[in-house]
């Protein structure tokens, strides 16, 4: 079992940045892709960000390329998901997700574990 807790959401302008942290806990990171995952409010959850078990690949969902930076430290067992120029429609709850695997998905039914979530919300 892996237990993961999302933690740096809040509130923020447009424009602005935010720094999310997702520590697990239970088991080892290194064994585990890690992604990012969003929902805003009447929508369905969707992808945003996944790193491999190395940290040598990542992917992006198109909407936050260029803006969005995803990290890990298989030290301190914990991924990060760091946010710039964000924009009202980035307003979401954030879960961090861990999937064991080689392989970064952007698809949410292959990930194993999931936090509670983060609310994240841009003011325009």
């Known amino acids: 079992q892996v237990q993961l807790v999302e933690s740096g959401g809040g509130l923020v302008q447009a424009g602005g940045s935010l720094r999310l942290s997702c520590a697990a806990s239970?088991?080892?990171?290194?064994?585990?892709?890690m992604g990012w995952f969003r929902q805003a409010p009447g929508k369905e959850r969707e992808f945003v960000a996944a790193?491999?078990?190395?940290?040598?690949?990542?992917i992006y969902a198109e909407s936050v390329k260029g803006r969005f930076t995803i990290s890990r430290d298989n030290t301190l067992n914990k991924v990060y998901l760091q946010m710039n120029s964000l924009k009202h429609e980035d307003t979401a709850v954030y879960y961090c997700?861990?999937?064991?695997?080689?392989?970064?998905?952007?698809?949410?039914?292959?990930?194993?574990?999931w936090g509670q979530g983060t609310q994240v919300t841009v003011s325009s």
């Open positions: 239970g088991r080892n990171l290194w064994s585990y892709v």
């Open positions: 790193v491999s078990r190395s940290a040598g690949s990542n």
């Open positions: 997700a861990a999937r064991y695997s080689t392989t970064a998905s952007q698809k949410a039914n292959l990930y194993d574990y």
